[in-house]
């Protein structure tokens, strides 16, 4: 994941800025946002830095999210085995709450069970439809296998619901890259640009 930031920052320095609209976040996630936010900002710990990743990464904010999750090891090594235990213990209860299996995938991911986790993410897409983000993650496991083909795949069925899902275009675009279709990264390239302009005066100021 930051080998592909570090493509996106490349890409936004040599092509410029331009205008353009803000992808769509649900008004129940955002509140939930802020509320992590205030959470972090008055415990700083391995639980709260995970659930507001959490939050960033189902709300489209995908490089905010990495760097939250990047500070939860400083906190506690093993805390992808506890959020695997933690969360499958929600599930017996909760069996259709689609925010479980989301953070599980992360906890298969980061123990390296990539099967697994798109498993988990698929689980999510079924149970909320319009869960571009767990699709956009879908497709980045893909591509880390590279099996570009269902990767771009994955990305335009999330860009069909959301054409504005800047990180999804981000991935549209490495996949293409990565496949030999120059002309079709290019033009990505340019969207994600674009976008990245659009959404900078809405992106969220994560705590220190």
């Known amino acids: 994941m930051k080998r592909y930031v570090a493509l996106l920052s490349c890409i936004v320095f040599l092509t410029g800025f331009a205008h353009g609209a803000i992808f769509h976040i649900p008004e129940d996630l955002v509140k939930e ?5 205030a959470k972090v900002h008055a415990l700083s710990n391995a639980e709260t830095r995970f659930e507001l990743a959490m939050n960033y990464a189902y709300t489209g904010w995908i490089e905010i999210a990495w760097e939250q999750l990047s500070m939860v090891p400083d906190y506690d090594k093993n805390y992808a085995d506890k959020v695997l ?3 499958t213990a929600k599930l017996q ?3 259709n709450n689609w925010k479980h299996h989301f953070k599980i995938a992360f906890a298969y991911y980061f123990q390296d069970k990539k099967e697994a986790a798109i498993r988990s993410f698929k689980k999510v897409v079924t149970l909320n439809p319009k869960q571009v983000w767990a699709m956009g993650l879908i497709a980045l496991l893909y591509g880390e296998q590279k099996n570009y083909a269902t990767c771009i795949s994955w990305c335009k069925k999330a860009l069909a619901i959301e054409p504005n899902a800047t990180a999804v275009h981000f991935l549209y675009a490495k996949a293409q890259l990565d496949s030999g279709d120059y002309f079709g990264f290019l033009g990505e390239s340019m969207h994600v640009v674009r976008l990245k302009s659009a959404e900078a005066k809405y992106t969220p100021t994560p705590p220190e």
């Open 85 to 87: 235990t933690n969360y």
């Open 33 to 37: 946002q802020r509320a992590l936010e």
């Open 93 to 95: 209860l909760e069996p």
